[in-house]
């Protein structure tokens, strides 16, 4: 029997630890996926208001207990109840949600609360049954899957947004074990809620104040990834009895396509900033594969080809690059795609482990991963300018997160007291570089 490292080499050549391997994307690839049946919805939104703007700090509350300057010291802070004000009026609202918008616009930084880290929501309430953040371009709006909101029914579960400072509630539970997703603008969000025994697509769009129910010509959808400046969403589906994924594009131009079809495990992993573009993994035959797939024109890029079966894949918002990582043959590697010159480049590799996570920033210089370890896996930030990690998120964090602009980070941490959502800011680059 041959060694398993041998072996590996027979079917990847070269792929060694510490090596750096580029070769060629092939041409784009036909696939039959054709319009769908899209009837779109829409509701008036109304949030619920859980903290306003006005009641921001000003510079003379910087040492305010809200902040949480040393996250070793943190015991997983559970602050006090907050109770839920009722929905403002619509004149209201509305005002809320400008003000919340003018009010900063530099990231949360700027609120002077402490060198950092922040509670997610700054301890605005229970924060414990919080989770699967989401972080908008600057950080300025942030947005978590929170339970534990609903008196009456608390293990349900609801999105809260933070913009600015302002708080808010999407007043309708989500599908249990739903994950939202946040568009970079940080302006619309995507998500499952249970209607009638069923399943269906929310997007919705806080600054015009609509709610979209998204249904059509598929059946038991996925969560949703939204797109991060249009109006689209895309997500697994079934369609015609059969596993894919959807892409469905609302505003001016509606219309709806299939973004893949076959194959088994389809994922949805991210979204092109203009909704054009869906990146999709499957297994179509041996291995799981990745596909930059344009559904409108039906083609698609392989953007893996034969590096392994794929574990973790990021997008960037213009589609030109591509970050996942792979396993074959007891190898685990990541790779970067750039799909300007069309090639594709071992940034590193192991045989001690594997890398699972992964995204980038919109400036394409961070990218964070997670390793495979027992419990809770690290996650690392790698620099890929000065080619190496810039920082590692602490101990017991996870459910990673970072800001487009690359400045912040947001996690999960466990402490012997329970667990909560915390802002990191990014470590600076060294003055000596």
């Given at each position: 029997m041959l060694h398993r490292g041998l072996l590996f080499l027979l079917i990847v050549p070269a792929l060694l630890p510490g090596t750096a391997l580029a070769d060629k994307i092939g041409s784009p690839q036909q696939?039959?996926?054709?319009?769908?049946?899209?009837?779109?919805?829409v509701e008036h939104l109304t949030l619920v208001t859980m903290r306003e703007p006005h009641t921001a700090p000003g510079p003379e509350d910087a040492n305010s207990t809200t902040a949480a300057p040393e996250l070793d010291a943190v015991e997983g802070a559970a602050p006090a109840e907050a109770s839920t004000p009722a929905p403002p009026a619509e004149e209201e609202e509305e005002r809320i949600l400008v003000e919340s918008a003018e009010m900063y616009t530099s990231p949360p930084g700027s609120m002077q609360l402490g060198p950092g880290p922040w509670l997610y929501f700054d301890g605005a309430f229970a924060e414990g049954g919080c989770s699967h953040p989401r972080l908008s371009e600057d950080g300025f709006a942030a947005l978590a899957i929170c339970a534990g909101l609903d008196d009456k029914n608390p293990r349900a579960e609801h999105v809260v947004i933070r913009r600015g400072y302002a708080?808010?509630?999407?007043?309708?539970?989500?599908?249990?074990?739903?994950?939202?997703?946040?568009?970079?603008?940080g302006e619309r969000f995507a998500v499952l809620v249970d209607e009638g025994g069923s399943r269906t697509v929310h997007l919705i769009d806080m600054m015009a104040r609509q709610d979209h129910r998204v249904v059509g010509g598929w059946r038991e959808p996925g969560n949703p990834v939204v797109a991060g400046e249009a109006d689209a969403v895309a997500f697994v589906a079934q369609v015609g009895g059969k596993d894919g994924a959807v892409l469905a594009k609302l505003g001016e131009e509606p219309g709806a396509w299939r973004a893949f079809r076959g194959g088994s495990g389809v994922h949805v992993r991210e979204l092109t900033n203009d909704g054009g573009r869906v990146l999709v993994s499957a297994k179509l035959v041996d291995l799981t594969s990745l596909y930059l797939v344009d559904p409108a024109r039906g083609v698609a890029f392989d953007l893996s080809g034969r590096k392994g079966d794929v574990r973790g894949a990021d997008l960037h918002g213009s589609g030109d690059a591509a970050v996942f990582s792979s396993s074959i043959g007891g190898v685990c590697a990541i790779w970067w795609v750039d799909m300007t010159t069309r090639r594709r480049k071992d940034m590193f590799s192991s045989v001690d482990g594997c890398y699972e996570r992964v995204m980038m920033d919109s400036g394409r210089r961070f990218v964070v991963y997670e390793e495979s370890a027992n419990g809770v896996p690290p996650t690392h930030m790698y620099d890929r300018k000065d080619r190496e990690v810039r920082t590692t998120v602490p101990k017991g964090c996870a459910d990673t997160e970072i800001t487009g602009s690359g400045a912040f980070l947001a996690v999960r941490c466990t402490r012997r007291t329970g667990s909560a959502l915390f802002l990191l800011p990014v470590p600076e680059e060294s003055e000596s570089k």
């Open positions: 696939m039959e996926l054709g319009e769908l049946p899209l009837r779109a919805e708080i808010f509630r999407y007043p309708v539970p989500v599908s249990a074990g739903a994950i939202a997703d946040l568009s970079s603008d």
